[in-house]
């Protein structure tokens, strides 16, 4: 692991152009970051946008089922290849010039070439390839050529999360917001707990965030666990059982009545619950531990996304860069959810393959949805209730950046993972 030495988090890295460009020239363009989904790449022909800044990249599923990146943009004079988010195609046309590309990247056919002198050499002028690479139905892009591979960046996290079996979960929501904010703003949010129990109350009745464990990994990596179906240990124990917890409760088939006075002792009973009722509903729980079946883990994978995993459901949330304003960002959203298995009496083998055959008749690809701070401000949207509560306060926190009055975060100890984060965005930048 390389020296890190601590950063002062000062108000220059969330309001300066300069400090944006550099981040573009040594962070975004040299990190693994997450792209999209295999499930939108399935078969040959598919395709989709990442847009980061001023990249537009290509994440493509070749007629030989091989995954490929490429930037999107044609060799001959520049343009644009693509401009729809997503779609099938065998081969991409520049509507520029006509200059034609495999969905490979291969230049495949060159209008008029013998206006070229010499014509064209066709693999010289191949769509240029980006590093990309799938794991748990998720695909990662890298810029830099000579960073280190997908493996060796996610380190051990790669193993810690296989048991929820990500890959096999389908998406369910897809959901883009336009911040007035950094994009280091919002992702400091979702590096602390500290704000919790001041924006987010009604987390105080199923969560316990001042027990939650903060973890560290190489490469600018954190985890934070914690303990759900309980209260904030902070607080008295209600003799009754709340509200936050009964919904869940209820579906499990759980007698409300027998839990007074006992609130502690929910989460134990959740987990032996949803154990039993998930081989009843087709739900593999057999690699997860007691604590993953009613607590919620979230990884922060540096640069710009937070993982969130529960027994059957998965977001990503992934922070954005605007193109040109450090004062704006795009914050996206995606939940995955476990489908239940269609073989439900075979209880002893439970599995799921998300193979074409296998999708539920019943599942479309939800459309991507894109609005406004504004929006969910007046209640026109929702990324859910906390989400919401966050994106509240987030534009406050940007403008109080520009004042005279402020040069400095000071960070305590619940907001050591804002730190950490900090110091390798310097260690990229350096």
Same mark, same amino acid.
């Given at each position: 692991?390389?020296? @890190? &030495?601590?950063?002062? /988090?000062?108000a220059?890295?969330?309001?300066?152009?300069?400090? #944006?460009?550099?981040?573009?020239?040594?962070?975004?363009?040299?990190?693994?970051?997450?792209?999209?989904?295999t499930?939108d790449?399935?078969?040959?022909?598919?395709?989709?946008?990442f847009?980061?800044e001023?990249?537009?990249?290509?994440?493509?599923?070749?007629?030989?089922?091989?995954?490929?990146?490429f930037?999107?943009?044609?060799?001959h004079?520049?343009?644009?290849?693509?401009?729809v988010?997503?779609?099938i195609?065998?081969?991409?046309?520049?509507?520029y010039?006509?200059?034609?590309?495999?969905?490979?990247?291969k $230049?495949d056919?060159?209008?008029?070439?013998? &206006?070229?002198?010499?014509?064209?050499n066709?693999?010289e002028?191949?769509?240029?390839e980006?590093?990309?690479?799938?794991?748990?139905?998720?695909?990662?892009?890298?810029?830099?050529?000579?960073?280190?591979?997908?493996?060796?960046?996610?380190?051990?996290?790669?193993?810690? /999360? +296989?048991?929820?079996?990500?890959?096999? #979960?389908?998406l369910?929501?897809?959901?883009?917001?336009?911040?007035?904010c950094?994009?280091?703003?919002?992702?400091? +949010?979702?590096?602390?707990?500290?704000?919790?129990?001041? @924006?987010?109350p009604?987390?105080? &009745?199923?969560?316990?965030?001042?027990?939650?464990?903060?973890?560290?990994?190489?490469?600018?990596?954190?985890?934070? &666990?914690?303990?759900?179906?309980?209260?904030n240990?902070d %607080?008295?124990?209600?003799? *009754?059982v709340?509200?936050? #917890?009964?919904?869940q409760?209820?579906?499990l088939?759980?007698?409300?009545?027998?839990?007074k006075g006992?609130?502690?002792? @929910?989460?134990?009973?959740?987990q032996?619950?949803?154990?039993?009722?998930?081989? %009843?509903?087709?739900?593999?729980?057999?690699?997860?531990?007691? *604590?993953?079946l009613?607590d919620?883990?979230?990884?922060?994978?540096?640069?710009?996304?937070?993982?969130?995993?529960?027994?059957?459901?998965?977001?990503? %949330?992934?922070?954005?860069?605007?193109?040109t304003?450090?004062?704006?960002? $795009?914050?996206?959203?995606?939940? #995955?959810?476990?489908?239940?298995?269609?073989?439900?009496?075979?209880?002893?083998? $439970?599995?799921?393959?998300?193979?074409?055959?296998?999708?539920?008749?019943?599942?479309?690809?939800?459309h991507?949805? *894109?609005?406004?701070?504004?929006?969910i401000?007046?209640?026109?949207?929702?990324m859910?209730?906390?989400?919401?509560?966050?994106?509240?306060?987030?534009?406050?926190v940007q403008?109080g950046?520009?004042s005279r009055?402020?040069?400095a975060?000071k960070?305590n100890?619940?907001?050591a993972?804002?730190?950490?984060?900090?110091?390798?965005?310097?260690?990229?930048?350096?």
């Amino acid at each position: 692991m390389p020296e @890190i &030495l601590k950063s002062e /988090i000062t108000a220059e890295r969330y309001i300066s152009k300069e400090f #944006m460009q550099k981040e573009m020239e040594t962070v975004w363009s040299k990190a693994w970051l997450f792209a999209g989904f295999t499930q939108d790449v399935r078969e040959p022909g598919d395709f989709f946008l990442f847009e980061l800044e001023k990249e537009s990249i290509i994440i493509s599923r070749t007629e030989e089922k091989d995954l490929k990146a490429f930037y999107n943009v044609c060799q001959h004079r520049g343009a644009r290849l693509l401009n729809v988010e997503s779609g099938i195609m065998e081969k991409y046309s520049c509507p520029y010039h006509g200059w034609r590309y495999r969905n490979d990247g291969k $230049l495949d056919k060159v209008p008029n070439e013998d &206006l070229f002198e010499g014509g064209v050499n066709c693999d010289e002028y191949s769509l240029k390839e980006v590093r990309v690479e799938d794991w748990a139905g998720t695909i990662w892009i890298c810029m830099d050529q000579e960073a280190a591979d997908f493996d060796s960046f996610i380190g051990e996290i790669k193993e810690l /999360i +296989n048991p929820y079996q990500t890959k096999n #979960m389908l998406l369910t929501e897809d959901q883009t917001v336009h911040l007035d904010c950094n994009w280091k703003a919002v992702f400091d +949010n979702f590096g602390e707990l500290y704000h919790v129990e001041h @924006i987010h109350p009604q987390h105080q &009745l199923i969560f316990d965030c001042p027990s939650a464990k903060q973890e560290y990994f190489d490469n600018g990596h954190t985890r934070v &666990l914690i303990e759900g179906f309980t209260v904030n240990s902070d %607080l008295p124990i209600p003799e *009754e059982v709340p509200e936050t #917890m009964w919904a869940q409760m209820e579906a499990l088939d759980m007698d409300r009545s027998s839990y007074k006075g006992r609130v502690r002792d @929910i989460r134990s009973d959740i987990q032996m619950k949803k154990r039993e009722y998930g081989k %009843l509903l087709g739900y593999n729980y057999d690699l997860l531990s007691d *604590e993953q079946l009613s607590d919620i883990v979230q990884y922060n994978i540096f640069p710009n996304t937070v993982l969130v995993l529960q027994p059957d459901e998965f977001w990503i %949330l992934r922070s954005r860069p605007h193109e040109t304003d450090p004062n704006k960002c $795009l914050w996206d959203k995606f939940t #995955m959810r476990m489908p239940p298995s269609k073989d439900t009496n075979n209880n002893a083998n $439970l599995s799921f393959n998300l193979d074409k055959e296998d999708v539920p008749s019943d599942w479309n690809r939800p459309h991507h949805d *894109e609005f406004t701070q504004d929006d969910i401000i007046s209640g026109e949207k929702t990324m859910t209730i906390t989400i919401d509560q966050d994106i509240q306060f987030i534009r406050d926190v940007q403008k109080g950046m520009h004042s005279r009055g402020f040069k400095a975060a000071k960070l305590n100890t619940d907001e050591a993972r804002v730190q950490y984060f900090h110091d390798w965005l310097d260690y990229y930048m350096k």
